[in-house]
């Protein structure tokens, strides 16, 4: 089953302005991912951050993770019309395998 | 970089034929997926492998199979497909490190259609 559940289902914003998208999850988890996919091809991994950790950064990324409330986010600043993509929170509960949200779809509008 | 590579981006096959989807990787990763993605479903685990000749079930793995007879080959089978199998298949391959998972690289995909 599927395990995130990503919020909103879809974003459309304008260049420059920063998005925001949000996962929860329903178990405990050893980390959670996020990845992007452009329109009809496949995932490209994004971003890791582990149960232990709080709060990550990869260039125009920052992703956040409340274990508490079982919820994740990912901020893109400064978006670009290049960040057009579906984006997926995925799970992994330390069985050896990953679980995926059904993504939001982000629209960035030159 | 690593690379995982799909048999076919587009296949269409009649229903009831057995249908055969190849995904190779060059890491020598141990770790190997097969997902199905419907629209609005997001990404469905089929069946992965953590091993050659290892398999485990996904959440649907009804109307498939697998076989991994070598470490950068994993395939999926299709038994007698159903127009309800349509849909894009992706594979994807991770390192191991004990039970938890390391970041997937993932193929391009295949676009299978059933009539």
């Known amino acids: 089953s599927q395990q995130g559940e990503e919020d909103p289902q879809a974003l459309s914003i304008q260049e420059g302005e920063n998005a925001t998208m949000n996962c929860s999850y329903k178990?405990?988890?050893?980390?959670l991912q996020w990845y992007r996919q452009n329109s009809g091809r496949g995932l490209v991994h994004l971003i890791l951050?582990?149960?232990?950790?709080r709060e990550k950064h990869s260039g125009r990324l920052r992703v956040t993770l409340d274990t508490s409330k079982k919820s994740s986010s990912l901020l893109i600043t400064a978006s670009r019309a290049a960040d057009t993509a579906s984006y997926f929170c995925?799970?992994?509960?330390?069985?050896?395998?990953?679980?995926f949200g059904a993504g939001t779809r982000l629209t960035v509008k030159p | 970089d690593v690379k995982v590579t799909q048999s076919s981006r587009y296949l269409v096959k009649r229903t009831g034929e057995k249908v055969f989807l190849e995904c190779v990787q060059d890491m020598d990763h141990e770790n190997m997926f097969w997902y199905r993605q419907d629209p609005g479903l997001g990404l469905r685990l089929i069946y992965f492998s953590y091993d050659v000749k290892m398999k485990e079930k996904g959440d649907i793995p009804e109307g498939y199979s697998v076989s991994r007879e070598k470490k950068e080959r994993f395939s999926l089978i299709l038994e007698s497909a159903s127009t309800n199998q349509t849909s894009m298949y992706l594979c994807?391959?991770?390192?191991?490190?004990?039970?938890?998972?390391?970041?997937?690289?993932f193929g391009p995909g295949t676009r299978l259609t059933v009539t």
């Open positions: 994807a391959s991770s390192k191991e490190k004990g039970l938890a998972s390391y970041e997937q690289y």
């Open positions: 995925a799970t992994d509960a330390g069985l050896g395998d990953m679980r």
């Open positions: 951050i582990r149960s232990n950790e």
């Open positions: 178990t405990s988890i050893n980390n």
